[in-house]
């Protein structure tokens, strides 16, 4: 089975600083992977995914995410954090029949100080 | 399109109750798959639907059942409630292709008490 860590469940950040969410993988072949972003009392919504194209991944909102699979990494990035963009992250990995089986990470909470 | 809808959207039963929750998936959509989200556990997979028939399933025991009709409708039932029942119930739904985006509904908050 596959597994997902999410290296930190709390992130702290200034509005217009780096965004850096980490999270690493385990995978006997090659791996779907996403982000999905849940704002508080909404639903989860699909950030980008991976699904063995290009290594580099663009998401919505100025986010893209890197596939290492020399490292089983998929960090989320963002060059310029936005106060909107505070919410819950979860990576996700995927596998089973038609790729549906869905392994989510623990989440990690992206605060944004003004 | 609409999006996935769930319903309801929150539910009070009491220990030893059954529920039953509904999804229904956007149109074309073929693939559901139900979510039991709690602060402890996180987001934990239940199952999938695909064309009316289970196609996986996740590390729930047995009280957790599903069906889906050939509408693509979806529900989940709960059978012999226990407090640790309580949380959010996530549906979502995708098309037939591997690489294509599933789609989150707003959840069912379940509280047992």
């Known amino acids: 089975a596959q597994s997902v860590t999410q290296l930190d469940s709390h992130v702290s950040v200034s509005e217009g600083t780096p965004v850096l969410l980490r999270c690493n993988y385990s995978s006997s072949y090659s791996p779907s992977l996403f982000w999905y972003v849940q704002h508080p009392n909404k639903g989860l919504q699909l950030l980008l995914k991976?699904?063995?194209?290009?290594?580099l991944v663009k998401g919505i909102n100025g986010f893209e995410a890197e596939f290492k699979k020399s490292e089983t990494s998929f960090h989320l990035t963002k060059p310029s954090a936005h106060m909107s963009d505070a919410a819950e992250y979860f990576c996700v990995v995927s596998e089973g029949v038609g790729f549906n089986k869905f392994y989510f990470g623990s989440g990690t909470k992206l605060n944004v100080k003004p | 399109k609409a999006g996935v809808t769930q319903t309801p959207r929150y539910l009070i039963k009491t220990r030893g109750q059954q529920v039953t929750l509904s999804c229904s998936p956007i149109?074309?959509?073929?693939?559901v798959s139900w979510y039991q989200q709690t602060p402890g556990q996180g987001l934990q997979f239940l199952f999938e639907y695909f064309s009316e028939t289970q196609r996986n399933k996740g590390n729930f025991p047995g009280r957790f059942s599903g069906r889906q009709f050939s509408n693509s409708r979806s529900e989940m039932n709960v059978s012999t409630l226990e407090l640790g029942d309580s949380a959010l119930y996530l549906c979502a739904s995708k098309t037939s292709g591997e690489t294509d985006t599933q789609y989150f509904g707003p959840g069912t908050r379940l509280t047992v008490l």
């Open positions: 149109s074309g959509h073929r693939s």
């Open positions: 991976y699904t063995s194209a290009a290594t």
